[in-house]
Structures are given as C-alpha cells and as structure tokens.
C-alpha cells in the first residue's frame, strides 16, 4: 500500500556522500569530495547531496552523519558514498553499527575505492574499484590483484564492515 508521507521510488537512484576530515583539512576535504562524486559519475549516479562533519570528532555528537540517517530512513536517500567506514567511527564496531542502521533504512553504502560496505553475513555487489586518497592518508590502488585473489595493498579503514 502506498504510504503518502514516504516518497516513491524513483527509477534513478538518489544518492548522497558522507564526510567528516579530522583534523579539518580543506584541500583535502574538497579531494575526497572530488572524488567521491567521480565514484558516483562511474557508478551512474546522480551528483550526490553532500553530508559533511567537518573537523568533528565520532566522540561527540554527529549533526550532519543523524540528517543523513534520518534522510536515509524518510527514504529519499538510495546510496551513500563515503571515503571509508572510519567517516562514521574510527571504532569499527560503532563503524557497522552506523552502516547497519543505513542498510535497514534501504541504502547501499559504498565505499569509494569502490567496495561495497554491508553488514557482516551479507553478500557484496561487484563494484568498479579504483585507487582514492582518503582524508587520513595517502593514495591507495585497491584494483584486484593480477591474480584476481582479491583487493591489492590498502589502509585498514579500507576493508569492508
């Protein structure tokens, strides 16, 4: 049945990036968000809506990390594009349950160099990787190893939740 205060969902998928530098570095902040909406362009989405906290630690309060759930659970956010889990939590826990809590409002979250990031137990779409600089370190090429066994050298904070 159709719920008038949920919107329909559109054949286009909407999505929306998720960033937060700390300590805040401009430059940076703007590379990431550069290539977060490569990411998006390569995966045929549409310019996503940007969600930043900016220079704010995962100990306190997350302003625009609860607007982006709560945009995530009215329905009108599909996919979030986020640098890496660490954005959420550096602790890996606090990390999944954030991207559980996406994942049971319907959003796929992905992780630019282009994994995507699920809930332990949960199957991964095949999604186009490429090398990104995040905003806690250098460059990392995460194409497949030429032996096809799995993702090349990279950061921790780059592995799946």
Known sequence: MHDPHRPVRPSVRRSAMYLRCRPYDAREAQ?????????????????PDVYADHGLSTRGPLPSLEHLVSAAEQGWVDVVLVPGPFVFALD?????????????AGCE?????????????????????????????????????????????????????
Do not use: K
């Not at 977060?36 to 989405?45: D, F, I, K, P, V």
């Not at 460059?139 to 904070?157: E, N």
């Open 31 to 47: 590379y990431v968000r550069t290539s977060m909406e490569l990411l998006a362009a390569r995966l045929g989405l549409p310019l």
């Open 92 to 104: 890996d826990r606090a990390a999944a349950d954030t991207v559980r809590r996406l994942a049971r």
């Open 109 to 161: 979250v992905v992780e630019a160099p282009g994994r995507v990031v699920r809930p332990r137990g949960v199957l991964r779409d095949g999604v186009a990787a490429y090398g990104v600089r995040g905003c806690d370190g250098p460059a990392h090429d995460v194409r497949p190893a030429r032996d096809g066994a799995g993702p090349g050298p990279g950061p921790a904070a780059y592995q799946a939740v």
